[in-house]
């Protein structure tokens, strides 16, 4: 007699809670008529290699995993994607059959693929992409804009020596620009990413200067709470193309899904309802 087992995935974190994952995968699940469950998973940092190895023997085929867990995940993993160790983290787990872990991370993916969406005319190679921020979203950004061929990237970051050090690992196509500068540097810019939580509620406002910003640019801000930033506000206003930061969540979890459920599943404006719902 065999059991076939309902494949189990989830999303681990610490906390938890607001997570949006679940009803992101839960929305699929129901769509498409799979068997299958996926759960939000609350694990503090100590337990979380004792998790990881436990879970595949529950089950489970996989994990996502978000803050603080991203760059743990990555060292505990067996084998790891050419674009997480690029990124130095980790948000999607595949567990193989005998138990080993095979870590990617997707962000970067999402991010191209809710611009490109949303963007349709953008063309990477037409010229500079400006990117607020130096922390691990923004290195999941620099990875999908070099790989799709953007020449130039000029990044910005309160503080200045994490945007230096993202230079000397990402390369020659990273230029460092002064946080007091942005509203000079965006003038140049075909594209603009806000990749820093400033602007999200609970959050100080994006306190930089936009008087560059051109019409025809591409603006998009990786904060979705609210929808409409204040920066994709301003952005309107001034006859940019606006992307809001929804679609990059909604993206990314395109390719675990399709890993460990078979299936690979559409992004639409039901996701969106269900997952703002």
Same mark, same amino acid.
């Given at each position: 007699?065999?059991?076939?087992?309902?494949? #189990?995935?989830?999303?681990?974190?610490?906390? %938890?809670?607001?997570?949006?994952?679940?009803?992101?995968?839960?929305? =699929?699940?129901?769509?498409?008529?799979?068997?299958?469950?996926?759960?939000?998973? /609350?694990?503090?940092?100590?337990?979380?290699? *004792?998790?990881?190895?436990?879970?595949?023997?529950?089950?489970?085929?996989?994990?996502?995993? *978000?803050?603080?867990?991203?760059?743990?995940?990555?060292?505990?993993?067996?084998?790891?994607?050419?674009?997480?160790?690029?990124?130095?983290?980790?948000?999607?787990?595949?567990? !193989?059959?005998?138990?080993? %872990?095979?870590?990617?991370?997707?962000?970067?993916?999402?991010?191209?693929?809710?611009?490109?969406?949303?963007?349709?005319?953008?063309?990477?190679?037409?010229?500079?992409?400006?990117?607020?921020?130096?922390?691990?979203?923004?290195?999941?950004?620099?990875?999908? #804009?070099?790989?799709?061929?953007?020449?130039?990237?000029?990044?910005?970051?309160?503080?200045?020596?994490?945007?230096?050090?993202?230079?000397?690992?990402?390369?020659?196509?990273?230029?460092?620009?002064? =946080?007091? /500068?942005?509203?000079?540097?965006?003038? !140049?810019?075909?594209?603009?990413?806000?990749?820093?939580?400033?602007?999200?509620?609970? !959050?100080?406002?994006?306190?930089?200067?936009?008087?560059?910003? !051109?019409?025809?640019?591409?603006? *998009?801000?990786?904060?979705?709470?609210?929808?409409?930033?204040?920066?994709?506000?301003?952005?309107?206003?001034?006859?940019?193309?606006?992307? /809001?930061?929804?679609?990059?969540?909604?993206?990314?979890?395109?390719?675990?899904?399709?890993? =460990?459920?078979?299936?690979?599943?559409?992004? *639409? /404006?039901?996701?969106?309802?269900?997952? #703002?719902?």
């Amino acid at each position: 007699m065999t059991h076939n087992r309902i494949p #189990l995935a989830g999303v681990i974190g610490h906390p %938890i809670a607001h997570s949006k994952s679940p009803q992101l995968h839960g929305h =699929w699940l129901k769509k498409y008529g799979l068997a299958g469950y996926y759960v939000p998973m /609350d694990v503090a940092p100590e337990y979380l290699e *004792t998790v990881l190895r436990t879970l595949p023997n529950a089950g489970f085929v996989g994990a996502n995993v *978000t803050v603080p867990h991203k760059e743990a995940a990555l060292l505990i993993a067996d084998q790891v994607s050419e674009r997480a160790s690029m990124i130095g983290a980790a948000n999607t787990l595949v567990f !193989q059959e005998d138990g080993t %872990i095979h870590a990617d991370n997707t962000d970067g993916y999402g991010f191209m693929e809710n611009l490109r969406s949303g963007a349709p005319n953008w063309i990477p190679s037409q010229g500079p992409a400006v990117v607020f921020g130096a922390g691990g979203a923004a290195r999941a950004v620099l990875q999908g #804009l070099l790989e799709a061929g953007v020449p130039k990237i000029l990044l910005t970051n309160r503080t200045r020596a994490r945007a230096d050090q993202l230079k000397e690992e990402f390369g020659d196509r990273i230029t460092v620009e002064e =946080w007091n /500068d942005a509203g000079s540097v965006v003038e !140049q810019a075909e594209l603009v990413v806000n990749t820093t939580s400033l602007g999200m509620q609970g !959050q100080p406002e994006l306190i930089v200067s936009l008087e560059g910003l !051109q019409a025809g640019s591409v603006v *998009t801000d990786l904060v979705y709470a609210p929808l409409q930033t204040t920066l994709l506000k301003t952005a309107e206003e001034v006859g940019c193309t606006t992307v /809001d930061g929804l679609g990059m969540l909604l993206h990314q979890a395109v390719p675990g899904f399709e890993r =460990w459920f078979g299936l690979r599943p559409d992004v *639409t /404006d039901d996701l969106r309802a269900a997952v #703002l719902g």
